[in-house]
Every structure is written in structure tokens, then in C-alpha cells.
């Protein structure tokens, strides 16, 4: 009978306890590590700030759509992100550091967490390059529709830190999260389940896990 592990690449073996360095620089090494109540302060802070400036550009109904249409933007782009860059095959070693960095630490030690969601420095970045895009593309209406995006950004990183730190729930839909993702770290990696924080993109994509 097949081992549990046999599958999974040395890469991507999980520890299931301890922790490993980034960056031998210690200022560096700092800023890869984040307690999970600064970025979730953080990000929901700015969402308010957006919705307090900004929900008086628009119709209620028009603003309800857009915040939930950067929610559901956000979802896809969870899932393309983890299945396309951080577990794409690939010999290229700046890629292969991208996902070191960005991800691959984690799966080796899916515990530490310290490293369950981007910390502020790398994060306030990408906040602010993401609402540029948005704001370049579709100008005015990026005020709601960011925030709904950075909104589902919080519910991941949120539903990310529970799934490694407590027991699955009994309410069944959030089990399912639960249990894929754990099938994800310790059987499937590169294959299964790359949605976290809902499983609608594994099921249009045909990437959920055949165990459930």
C-alpha cells in the first residue's frame, strides 16, 4: 500500500513541527513573520476606511455589487496564484525562489504560525499595487470594488490560520475547507484542492480531491 507521503516532493514534506529561516539577514528574516492579528487588524481597517469615504459615490445596490464582485475577484485569484505560480513545475530558479518564499516554506512547516499570512511590509506593497491595477482599469468604480477584494483577502488569511491551528468545525461546508486543505498539504500538493477560503474554484476546475 502506497505511503501516505510517497507522492509529495522533498520540497514539499511537511514538518509538522518547528520552523525554518528565509533570509540569513535577521531585519529580513523579521519581516517574512507576522502574528495573524496585525494583518487582520490592518486590512480591516483599510476596508472601513473605503467603505466610510467612499460608499457616497455610489448607489447602495451598486456598491454591494462591485464589493462583492472584488470578493468573488479575489477568490479566483487565490486559486489561479496557488495552483499557477506557487505549484507550477518548473526549473527556472528565480520561480522556484518565488515559491520558496512565497509558499513552499509554509508546506514544509504548515504549523509555524508566524508564516500563515503575508506580513505588513510586503503586504501594504501589493495592497498598493493591486489598487493601482484596479483603479487603471476601471477608475472610479475600483473605490468599492477594491475594498470587497481586500475583504476576501482577510477571510483567507483568517480561515488559512484556522485551518492549521484548530479542529475542523461540524457545520459541514467549513468541514469541507477543512478537510481539503488539509488533503492538499499531506496528500495532494500539486494537484488538489488549491482553494482555501471557499472550494467553488476546485469544483469548476475539476481539481477537488476524490477522498471527500
Same mark, same amino acid.
Given at each position: 500500500m502506497e505511503?501516505?507521503?510517497?507522492?509529495?516532493?522533498e520540497h514539499l514534506k511537511p514538518r509538522?513541527?518547528? *520552523?525554518?529561516? %528565509? #533570509?540569513?539577514n535577521s531585519f529580513m528574516e523579521k519581516l517574512t513573520r507576522t502574528h495573524i492579528s496585525i494583518p487582520i487588524t490592518m486590512h480591516l481597517i483599510i476596508v472601513g476606511i473605503f467603505i466610510y469615504k #467612499?460608499?457616497?459615490?455610489? $448607489?447602495?445596490?451598486?456598491?454591494?455589487?462591485?464589493?462583492?464582485?472584488g470578493w468573488l475577484t479575489w477568490t479566483l485569484a487565490e486559486y489561479w496564484v496557488h495552483r499557477w505560480l506557487y505549484h507550477?513545475?518548473?526549473?527556472?530558479?528565480?520561480?522556484l525562489r518565488i515559491q520558496h518564499v512565497g509558499h513552499g516554506i509554509h508546506h514544509q512547516y504548515p504549523k509555524d504560525p508566524t508564516r500563515l499570512a503575508m506580513p505588513p511590509v510586503p503586504? %501594504?506593497?501589493?495592497? *498598493?499595487? #493591486?489598487?493601482?491595477?484596479?483603479?487603471?482599469?476601471?477608475?472610479?468604480?475600483?473605490?468599492?470594488?477594491?475594498p470587497g477584494f481586500l475583504f476576501g483577502y482577510v477571510m483567507y488569511i483568517t480561515l488559512h490560520y484556522f485551518q492549521h491551528l484548530f479542529k475542523p468545525p461540524?457545520?459541514?461546508?467549513?468541514?469541507?475547507?477543512?478537510?481539503?486543505?488539509? %488533503?492538499?498539504?499531506?496528500?495532494?500538493? $500539486? *494537484?488538489?484542492? #488549491?482553494g482555501?477560503?471557499?472550494?467553488?474554484w476546485d469544483v469548476v476546475f475539476g481539481t477537488q480531491p476524490k477522498d471527500d
Open positions: 505511503k501516505q507521503f510517497d507522492r509529495i516532493p509538522n513541527v518547528g *520552523t525554518d529561516s %528565509l #533570509f540569513k #467612499f460608499w457616497s459615490m455610489f $448607489e447602495p445596490w451598486a456598491f454591494v455589487l462591485l464589493f462583492l464582485g507550477v513545475k518548473t526549473d527556472n530558479k528565480i520561480l503586504a %501594504l506593497i501589493l495592497i *498598493t499595487l #493591486f489598487f493601482s491595477l484596479f483603479w487603471l482599469i476601471m477608475r472610479d468604480f475600483a473605490f468599492a470594488f477594491f461540524k457545520f459541514k461546508p467549513l468541514n469541507r475547507l477543512w478537510k481539503w486543505h488539509a %488533503l492538499h498539504h499531506y496528500k495532494y500538493p $500539486e *494537484t488538489k484542492a #488549491f482555501v477560503s471557499t472550494n467553488l
